[in-house]
């Protein structure tokens, strides 16, 4: 399992581009019982 | 966010919720909390770091500045800081130490 949004670490991605969403990422786990 | 909030948040006293467990992943950690069940990405080792080290500083800014988190970024990690506080992964530290 991985975040969908999930960027890899890239050296060009300027500070000021970078959002809270870029940090984390809220997941429902309804249904996933036993996926994890 | 306006400036006001993240200078808020820099300068607060938080913690890690006692009721979340961190499970290290490549792209960070997962922060699973067992009272409401919710289930939080955290997709930057730095963050994770930061998260770790917050109980340990006596202000978000500090935790930043040790886990060596550039300044330019401090307001996206305060932003996703807010974020976690929502759904209390992370709490105030007078909070923390009442419950």
């Known amino acids: 399992m991985t975040p969908t949004e999930l960027k890899t670490q890239d050296d060009s991605e300027s500070a000021e581009d970078m959002v809270a969403e870029d940090l984390i990422e809220e997941v429902s786990i309804d249904g996933m019982c036993g996926v994890y | ?99």
């Not at chain 2, 290290?24 to 939080?40: C, I, V």
């Open chain 2, 1 to 99: 966010m306006p400036d006001v909030l993240l200078d808020r948040i820099l300068t607060q006293a938080w913690a890690l919720s006692p009721s979340v467990a961190l499970r290290p992943e490549p792209f960070g950690a997962l922060a699973y909390h067992f009272g409401n069940r919710k289930l939080t990405f955290l997709k930057r080792p730095e963050l994770v770091q930061v998260v770790r080290v917050l109980a340990e500083h006596p202000d978000v800014r500090s935790a930043l500045v040790a886990a060596g988190v550039p300044e330019s970024q401090h307001a996206a990690y305060g932003a996703a800081l807010r974020g976690l506080a929502r759904t209390d992964m992370i709490r105030p530290r007078e909070q923390e130490l009442a419950s």
